[in-house]
């Protein structure tokens, strides 16, 4: 599936702006579409754009990402990331363009011991795990060409993420408090986009899980980030801090079906973090 002309909502965020590089640099021709280009709440707007553009696929980023912030406004993360996704995949169902909706690990509940598969019951605990669940029901009640590709615990390029929070607070001398009993999978954007560029060559539709590879609690993924720094990470427990939106506590995903349709290992997350630190560095002023 080389060379296609492929529509990227979301464009100017952090996950857009890394997967709109990457799929240029595999010769593809990318609409880059930032909420300024395109609001996916406004229907007409939607309609209009992928009539103008026809692509051959649509990469849907765009969405509301707050996540302890949804809970006190509801509305609005429903209104973006549900029923704008709604928009986009009615446009997709009447022009037959697929579509790649991005989901969130926070769909699930984070009460089993072991990693979630894509045919596990969806039981998020968050108004933001419900918005993106939502979209996910939107996507599959109007397509059947569609990818869905749920990830986690994402940081990167141009965004705010929790790399760049913890980098923050170290370079401020201030004392670092982690919450060590919430276990996941850390994703850069950077890998996540090859993933994604792999996946849609294949045109094997449905539900993906995405993530870089290995296990970690968000404790153990701050002492990561400040490897080689005189900089002392405090463990501590959920109920110690509290937040408006409950996490799961668990929220590993199982990525046999992705790795067995993409035809390779995503890489550990290590890897994935030290080349992220690496190129971060090479970028900054000296």
Same mark, same amino acid.
């Not at 609001?39 to 754009?49: A, G, H």
């Not at 968000?218 to 490897?227: H, T």
């Given at each position: 599936?080389?060379?296609?002309?492929?529509?990227?909502?979301?464009?100017?965020?952090?996950?857009?702006?890394?997967?709109? !590089? @990457?799929?240029? /640099?595999?010769?593809?021709?990318? =609409?880059?579409?930032?909420?300024?280009?395109?609001?996916?709440?406004?229907?007409?707007?939607? $309609?209009?754009?992928?009539?103008?553009?026809?692509?051959?696929? =649509?990469?849907? @980023?765009?969405?509301?990402?707050?996540?302890?912030? !949804?809970?006190?406004?509801?509305?609005?993360?429903?209104?973006?990331?549900?029923?704008?996704?709604?928009?986009?995949?009615?446009? @997709?169902?009447?022009?037959?363009?697929?579509?790649?909706?991005? &989901? /969130?690990?926070?769909?699930?509940?984070?009460?089993?011991?072991?990693?979630?598969?894509?045919?596990?019951?969806?039981?998020?605990? /968050?108004?933001?795990?419900?918005?993106?669940?939502?979209?996910?029901?939107?996507? $599959?009640?109007?397509?059947?060409?569609?990818?869905? =590709?749920?990830?986690?615990?994402?940081?990167?390029?141009?965004?705010?993420?929790?790399?760049?929070?913890?980098?923050?607070?170290?370079?401020?001398?201030?004392?670092?408090? *982690?919450? +060590?009993?919430?276990?996941? +999978?850390?994703? @850069?954007?950077? /890998?996540?986009?090859?993933?994604?560029?792999?996946?849609?060559?294949?045109?094997?539709?449905? *539900?993906?899980?995405? &993530?870089?590879?290995? $296990?970690?609690?968000?404790?153990?993924?701050?002492?990561?980030?400040?490897?080689g720094r005189d900089v002392s990470v405090t463990p501590i427990q959920t109920k110690d801090m509290p937040r408006p939106a409950t996490r799961p506590k668990y929220s590993v995903m199982d990525k046999t079906t992705l790795i067995n349709t993409i035809g390779r290992e995503l890489p550990p997350w290590q890897e994935s973090l030290h080349s992220y630190l690496q190129l971060r560095k090479s970028r900054s002023p000296a």
């Amino acid at each position: 599936m080389t060379d296609k002309r492929l529509l990227v909502t979301g464009a100017g965020g952090m996950l857009g702006q890394a997967l709109t !590089a @990457c799929l240029e /640099s595999r010769g593809h021709q990318v =609409v880059a579409m930032p909420r300024e280009k395109l609001d996916v709440t406004n229907y007409e707007q939607v $309609i209009n754009k992928v009539n103008e553009f026809t692509p051959d696929m =649509v990469l849907h @980023c765009a969405a509301y990402t707050k996540v302890d912030q !949804a809970e006190s406004e509801p509305d609005l993360a429903f209104f973006i990331n549900g029923y704008g996704t709604e928009n986009l995949a009615v446009a @997709c169902n009447h022009l037959n363009i697929p579509l790649l909706y991005i &989901s /969130s690990d926070y769909v699930f509940d984070g009460e089993q011991d072991r990693p979630y598969t894509t045919w596990d019951d969806t039981r998020p605990l /968050s108004i933001y795990g419900k918005t993106k669940l939502a979209g996910e029901k939107a996507v $599959i009640r109007h397509l059947r060409r569609f990818f869905i =590709v749920r990830t986690s615990w994402l940081y990167g390029p141009n965004g705010k993420n929790f790399v760049e929070t913890i980098l923050q607070i170290a370079d401020e001398g201030k004392p670092l408090r *982690v919450v +060590s009993d919430q276990i996941g +999978s850390p994703t @850069c954007t950077l /890998s996540l986009s090859e993933t994604i560029a792999d996946l849609i060559e294949t045109e094997r539709w449905g *539900v993906y899980h995405a &993530s870089d590879d290995g $296990i970690t609690s968000w404790y153990e993924f701050a002492k990561e980030i400040l490897l080689g720094r005189d900089v002392s990470v405090t463990p501590i427990q959920t109920k110690d801090m509290p937040r408006p939106a409950t996490r799961p506590k668990y929220s590993v995903m199982d990525k046999t079906t992705l790795i067995n349709t993409i035809g390779r290992e995503l890489p550990p997350w290590q890897e994935s973090l030290h080349s992220y630190l690496q190129l971060r560095k090479s970028r900054s002023p000296a």
